[in-house]
């Protein structure tokens, strides 16, 4: 290492380690747009505090040589940058935390992408981080990506920010330039609700005010960075939140023993303490603090434990234990910030998998308020998100979720998006408040079921959901099967997609966020109908298979039949019943399935019917055998 013997050094390794102990950590984020520096203020603040080995310095040289922009001196981002296709690209992708201490402060550094592409990965750095160091290319001024990167921070709950503008070397260290930077910055950034601004002119690749003052700015007389990242107060504690612990795991080895293991997310539980179980109020007492080191009388956010009660409650994973006394919010609705990082835009009414700490729940957004402008703040309508957009949103859960507002507690108050389909993360949120709604609206216990219902006419609920594209013959087909059912005897009702275009869902146009809206609706119909103990037949084209899912889950297990009516586009352009594919191919009808709008395709539908190989009659007669075979609808 340069330089390994030091003052810190003396009084052994022990004292060593003791000082380093006590040494307060500070968790940062360096963010802004692509090229502003980022790498190379992380590799300089590396090499400016001796963690540098000199095989790693030997090797540094080298990959300068090869790799490095910096002509003939060394290129730090390489210190950071350590993928082969960052380094081809000259750009960061995933996130790099580094540790680096000085005498008076320890710190862990997350070094983000700067890549709108990859902004998902910047928001994972800054959601532990306790202040941010946002990057500005002297040259280029603030930016769109910083502008996003700030308000993301913002989101986030960070309210430390260094402005570092970097590269003023190549501006000939003008202190115009600077000043002007940081009014534009300033003005942008006052709605956000930092504490703090603090503004320094630097050279991350000469190290100017980097962990030296520089010579060759006169008129700067504040701190350097080092000094200013040493000496800034830091947030409260999470150890001094509310007591919460997320359940991971409910740990049973033998009869003798019922343990609930998972890592405190914040506040601090004793031996003798009173908690209580968020979603059901179940009380119990602590009995014992289990670790892998042994018995503990107390333990505080951070540490991964086993808590032992003194009563039988019922947990499992998911659970969350709290103090009575603070108790988080419990409800399916709430408002959220979202920020969106999927190439797909997030759709109102299109169920996605929601993740807190440790429990999953399917979620849907019920309405997107607004989006923000991530260069003017201003609010605007918007019918979905697009991607790296952040819009305020209602969401609602399948099941009840314990939180805390993200203001008051970070660890609680966050959530991911899944992708029911592919499950990628999608999204990130940051929960504002519960919707009141939540609290007055119960479901009311109805002592006739839907069992006794459809006894009472002989037969099983059931939902045949016919999909394809527009001349496919789903219409024609659902009629016949309809027929010979209601023939048999059975009680039946058809949801056809025109007929019910001209009712309820009227104010709906084809849009892909009015086509999962549209789907959304009919689903909850069919589901009411096949409640009162029906046979419906719902005859859609409904193009997504997440919303085909999202209609499976909202059915009774085994109730659900998707019959997908397999007919080539070619050969439905040649029906073409309506005159629609003309008018789609002509460029005179927009958002048209199979044309301007795709159409995604069962992969494993429970019927599978070829038009070209059968003609319509035949299809009926094979549907109404197979749910015979199957004992679907009790026939």
């Known amino acids: 290492m340069l330089n390994p013997a030091g003052p810190e050094l003396s009084g052994g390794v022990r004292g060593y380690l003791n000082r380093q102990e006590n040494k307060t950590l500070l968790r940062f984020i360096t963010c802004g747009s692509v ?227 998972g890592q405190i997310a914040s506040g601090k539980v004793a031996v003798g303490d009173q908690v209580v179980v968020a979603n059901s109020g179940q009380m119990g007492s602590v009995k014992s603090i289990v670790t892998a080191d042994g018995l503990l009388n107390a333990a505080r956010e951070g540490q991964a434990v086993t808590l032992v009660l003194d009563d039988e409650v019922d947990i499992s994973r998911g659970s969350m234990l709290s103090h009575p006394d603070a108790r988080p919010l419990v409800s399916d609705q709430f408002q959220a910030h979202v920020i969106w990082f999927d190439k797909k835009t997030l759709m109102p009414g299109r169920s996605y998998i929601l993740r807190t700490e440790t429990m999953s729940t399917p979620a849907s957004v019920t309405k997107l308020k607004h989006k923000i402008d991530v260069n003017s703040l201003t609010l605007e309508a918007a019918t979905h998100l697009d991607r790296n957009e952040i819009g305020v949103c209602n969401i609602s859960t399948q099941m009840p979720v314990a939180f805390d507002a993200y203001r008051d507690n970070r660890a609680t108050g966050n959530f991911t998006m899944i992708d029911r389909m592919t499950n990628a993360t999608v999204g990130a949120g940051m929960i504002d408040y519960a919707l009141r709604r939540a609290d007055n609206v119960h479901l009311q216990s109805i002592d006739v079921t839907r069992e006794a219902r459809g006894a009472l006419k002989h037969q099983k609920p059931a939902v045949l959901w016919f999909t394809g594209l527009s001349g496919s013959g789903k219409s024609t087909i659902a009629n016949l099967v309809e027929k010979q059912l209601h023939a048999l005897g059975h009680h039946t009702m058809t949801l056809d997609g025109d007929n019910v275009r001209h009712g309820l869902n009227r104010d709906l146009g084809f849009t892909e966020a009015d086509r999962v809206e549209n789907i959304r609706r009919v689903a909850e119909v069919a589901r009411l109908m096949s409640d009162a103990g029906l046979i419906v037949l719902v005859s859609f084209i409904s193009p997504f298979r997440s919303e085909r899912l999202m209609a499976r889950e909202m059915m009774a297990s085994g109730e659900f039949l998707e019959i997908f009516v397999d007919t080539p586009i070619e050969e439905c352009a040649r029906r073409d019943p309506k005159g629609l594919y003309k008018k789609a191919m002509a460029g005179n009808l927009a958002n048209f399935t199979g044309i301007s709008s795709p159409y995604e395709a069962p992969e494993q539908p429970d019927i599978h019917l070829k038009t070209v190989e059968q003609n319509a009659e035949a299809l009926a007669i094979s549907v109404v055998e197979w749910m015979t075979r199957n004992s679907v609808g009790g026939i």
Do not use: C
Not at 35 to 55: P, Q, V
Not at 210 to 222: K, L, R
Not at 229 to 253: G, I, T
């Open 35 to 261: 090229d502003d520096g980022k790498s190379t203020l992380i590799g300089r603040l590396l090499y400016d505090t001796k963690l540098i080995f000199e095989d790693q310095l030997a090797a540094l040289e080298s990959d300068s040589r090869k790799h490095g922009t910096a002509g003939e001196d060394i290129d730090f981002a390489l210190l950071v940058d350590g993928l082969e296709a960052e380094r081809e690209q000259g750009i960061t992708i995933d996130v790099a935390y580094r540790f680096f201490a000085t005498q008076k402060r320890k710190f862990i550094v997350a070094d983000t992408p700067g890549h709108e592409e990859y902004t998902s990965n910047m928001a994972t750095g800054a959601s532990t981080a306790e202040l941010a160091v946002v990057l500005v290319d002297a040259r280029k001024g603030v930016l769109e990506q910083t502008r996003r990167h700030s308000h993301i921070v913002s989101l986030l709950g960070i309210r430390h920010i260094v402005l570092a503008v970097n590269k003023i070397d190549l501006m000939d260290h003008d202190q115009a330039v600077f000043d002007a930077i940081v009014e534009e910055y300033r003005a942008f950034a006052k709605p956000l609700g930092f504490d703090d601004i603090h503004a320094i002119p630097i050279s991350a690749r000469f190290g100017d005010n980097v962990s030296i003052a520089s010579t060759a700015m006169p008129w700067y007389d504040g701190p350097t960075l080092i000094e200013h990242l040493e000496s800034v107060v830091l947030p409260d504690s999470a150890v001094e939140l509310p007591f919460r612990f997320p359940v991971q795991l409910a740990v049973r080895p033998h009869l003798d023993f019922r343990g609930f293991a």
